[in-house]
């Protein structure tokens, strides 16, 4: 008896909860004609209603921030998760009149863009190369999309297939095709799922992981890199990703230890991926293996980013170690390269995406965001020094 009341007070209290949520009104803000409106959504939540009462309790700078946002300072770099870089509108006339132009056939009649869409493309793989100067090659809805081994696998072997010379030895061999791995530095943040996920920092993520485990490379004994990659190459493995700032605890590869791998990864032919989700725009550079310090011992073959670049996918850098000795070294035979694996889709991507992707390139370039990113770094740490914190080990 004691069981069943304690059950029907838990039923009651739960009913009264959920009455109280359905008649607690809701209320979301839109910006309208520059102006915030406010709707009220009604008790069972399925349609909303205007109203044209003012907004109370607001305070004014908030609302003329968000509608004048180049009159205020811009965001920190970190706004979620890094996936927004500025207040500015992307797609506006004030960013680029073609863009804008775009985006106002998209809003108003969407299939009349169809015609354009190849136009769009080419002139974002330009501002993208222009800005980047490596060029996107596969573009995704999310970068553990890119990171799949599989993926990988593939893109590798197209560009193989389009080389104009003979590279003398193979990135890998037939069987390795068809159960791909790939190897990673320790420490990397994982993925949602796929392989990468095993090492995920989430649980959740590692629950969903699956095909071969990623074999782990560790730094910190640059000595024994060598010999880690040479065994990763002999089990099979397709690539060797790398964070040059790791996603969990923003530890950065060092100068030597970067070098050691690129030494390394040329020596066995692996292929050298850098995952940039993180670092992209905000580290300095456009990509942090541009930095000083690691471009001056070279560069990987193919790029993972992400986030700030409001696109997803994979870039080829055609100064990689591994990728250079393909011989493709004419514009028209690399834009025939990306071209040809791009048709092996319906899009390149979603025009929305490629449209707001590209206007934040032209807004990083003609605002230099790395080297606004670089000024951010140091102010922060001047205060946190000055606060009497030290750098963990």
């Known amino acids: 008896m004691k069981t069943r009341s304690i059950g029907k ?38 349609c909303c209603a205007r109203s044209t009462e003012p907004r109370k309790n607001v305070d004014a700078c908030s609302q003329s921030r968000e509608t004048n946002p180049e009159d205020y300072p811009d965001l920190d770099f970190h706004h979620t998760f890094g996936s927004f870089l500025t207040r500015k509108n992307p ?18 009649s969407p299939s009349q863009l169809q015609h354009h869409v190849h136009e769009i493309g080419g ?31 593939s893109v590798i072997s197209h560009l193989v297939s389009h080389a104009s010379s003979d590279t003398g030895i193979p990135f890998f061999e037939d069987e390795s095709k068809s159960n791909p791995r790939v190897a990673i ?40 890199i060598d010999a880690q990659i040479k065994e990763a190459k002999n089990h099979g493995c397709i690539a060797l990703i790398v964070e040059l700032v790791r996603a969990g605890d ?34 300095g550079a456009p990509f942090a293996y541009q930095l000083p310090q690691y ?15 409001r696109t997803n996918g994979i870039a080829v850098e055609w100064r990689g170690m591994n990728i250079q ?11 025939f390269t990306i071209l040809d694996w791009q048709e092996r889709v319906t899009e390149m991507a979603q025009v929305a995406d490629l449209l707001i992707s590209w206007g934040t390139l032209v807004l990083a370039k003609r605002e230099q965001w790395p080297q606004r990113a670089q000024l951010i770094g140091r102010i922060l740490k001047e205060r946190i020094v000055a606060d009497g914190a030290t750098a963990s080990r």
């Open 9 to 46: 007070k838990r039923r009651a209290n739960q009913a009264t909860a959920v009455k109280s949520l359905v008649r607690r009104p809701r209320k979301s803000i839109r910006i309208e004609n520059g102006k915030p409106a406010v709707y009220k959504f009604n008790r069972t939540r399925t």
């Open 91 to 108: 797609v506006s006339k004030s960013t680029h009149p073609a863009i804008a132009g775009y985006w106002d056939v998209l809003s108003h």
């Open 123 to 153: 002139q974002y793989r330009d501002a993208f190369r222009n800005f980047f100067t490596a060029e996107p090659i596969s573009l995704h809805g999310h970068v553990s999309d890119a990171s799949n081994a599989a993926l990988l696998t």
């Open 185 to 224: 530095t320790a420490g990397s943040y994982g993925a949602g799922y796929g392989c990468l996920a095993y090492n995920a920092v989430m649980e959740s993520n590692r629950l969903v992981a699956n095909g071969p485990r990623p074999i782990i490379i560790a730094t910190d004994n640059i000595s024994k």
């Open 250 to 283: 923003g530890k950065a590869l060092t100068e030597n230890a970067w070098k050691n791998i690129l030494k390394a990864s040329e020596k066995y032919a692996l292929v050298l991926v850098v995952n940039e989700a993180l670092t992209s725009i905000r580290c």
């Open 295 to 309: 471009a001056r011992h070279g560069y990987p073959d193919l790029v993972l980013f992400g986030k700030a670049v």
């Open 325 to 335: 000795k393909l011989g493709i070294e004419q514009h028209e035979e690399r834009l």
